[in-house]
């Protein structure tokens, strides 16, 4: 289908990719299938895809294979688990991973994933660098492009966090949306369930340690003492309190 939003399956099982780039290309999308680490990186090199469905069952293991897509690229991945181990779930979150599910997984649930991840990379949280940049804003709704962070600065339009030496600092697209979501309400108590939807991550039995990951993942990046935390603080009992000039309130 031209046009059509790219999804590269990764399963060393033929017969279970088989059935999920058949039932995704019955859905719209154009599917290349892997095998394996390496003929994802073959594909990742001939075109950047939209998004990446990563069964971590596979022989390079796939959370060694997470951790190489999110260091070189900002491609969404649902990452799929045969265990649905918790630590399996937590450890991939921590190494970018931005949905998750069971296998063997419900197809049309797997899809909804897939369309909500990329609706939101359509709405410029964690575009894939496939695809065109989103369209210009009207105006006024660009009052703030960017917003300190501690050590770094968020350049809401590239989604970029930046040091004060303009050097980038990657960001998975969850993460993203996390600062988003805290510079959108400074000052206020943003609940863990809250930031679950923001974070796209919404497993009930996970979602408090799921949170508390990313949250320790994005205070390395931008608290001037991420031991002793100032910007992004916990609210005991309440969630979770962005304070721009790192002061209690």
Known sequence: MSGAQHIVVVDNEASAREIVGNYLRMHGFAVTLC??????CAAIAAQTPDLIVL???IPEGGLSVMRDIKQRTRVPVVMLTATASPIDRVVGLELGADDYLAKPCELRELVARVRSLL????QGLGASPSRAPPATPAPAARQRTTVRFGTKRLDLDARALCDDHNNEHPLTASEFMLLKAFADNPKRVLSRERLLDFANARDPK????AIDVRITRIRRKIEPDPAH???IRTVRGAGYLFTPDGRES
């Open 35 to 40: 095998d394996g680490g390496r003929s994802l």
């Open 229 to 231: 935390p100032s910007i």
């Open 119 to 122: 609706r939101r990379s359509a």
């Open 55 to 57: 069964d971590l069952n």
């Open 206 to 209: 996970v979602f408090d340690r």
